[in-house]
Every structure is written in C-alpha cells, then in structure tokens.
Nanobody
Framework: QVQLVESGGGLVQPGGSLRLSCAISGRIFSINVMGWYRQAPGKQRELVAYIGSGGYRNYVDSVKGRFTISRDTAKNTVYLQMNSLKPEDTAVYYC??????????WGQGTQVTVSS
C-alpha cells in the first residue's frame, strides 16, 4: 500500500505562484510513476504532469512552461511548482502514484483557486 497526502493549495491571484506537495509513505520502493491530476467543477479529471522513476517528465500542453513537477527522494515528496497561474487552473489537484503491480493510488486532493 501507498499513502499520499497533498498540501499547499489555496487562493492566489492571476499571475501568482503556488507549490503543491505530496508526501508519500508506505511501499515507496514499488512506485514507478508519480503524477498530478486536477478536476475542475463540471469537468473530467485530467492529467497535469507526471514524473517517472528515471526522472522523465511530461506535461499537459496547457501548463507547459508554467508548471514544474519534481521529486525529492530523500524527503519522499513530489512537488508541483505552479507559476503564472490563470483562472482556468482553478481545480482540485490530486497526487497520484502507480506501482509495480499496476495499482493506482490517490491523495485526498487540495483546492487551488485562481481569482482576483
């Protein structure tokens, strides 16, 4: 089992920045890919960014150049640095992990609201 706990959400003005954190515990050694998803009201959950065990990263087009996903293995934490935030980035952001046995784990979510 893997447990994920997100933090760092909040209210920010357009153009501002936030850093989300995802603390990982449990069978950390079994994790292959970590990612961040988001779900806005009335919309489907979408993948925002992911990072593989080898460090490969990918992003949805709408956040490229603005968001950065990173992983601190010493702290067992994955981050999502979000810069130049836009109102359309408003959503609940979820941390996600996939393990060696193709199990998928989710955090509880953290709200990000971009508004003036």
């Amino acid at each position: 089992q893997v447990q994920l706990v997100e933090s760092g959400g909040g209210l920010v003005q357009p153009g501002g920045s936030l850093r989300l954190s995802c603390a990982i515990s449990g069978r950390i050694f079994s994790i292959n890919v970590m990612g961040w998803y988001r779900q806005a009201p009335g919309k489907q959950r979408e993948l925002v960014a992911y990072i593989g065990s080898g460090g490969y990263r990918n992003y949805v087009d709408s956040v490229k150049g603005r968001f950065t996903i990173s992983r601190d293995t010493a702290k067992n934490t994955v981050y999502l640095q979000m810069n130049s935030l836009k109102p359309e980035d408003t959503a609940v952001y979820y941390c996600n992990a996939d393990d060696d046995d193709s199990n998928t784990y989710w955090g509880q979510g953290t709200q990000v609201t971009v508004s003036s």
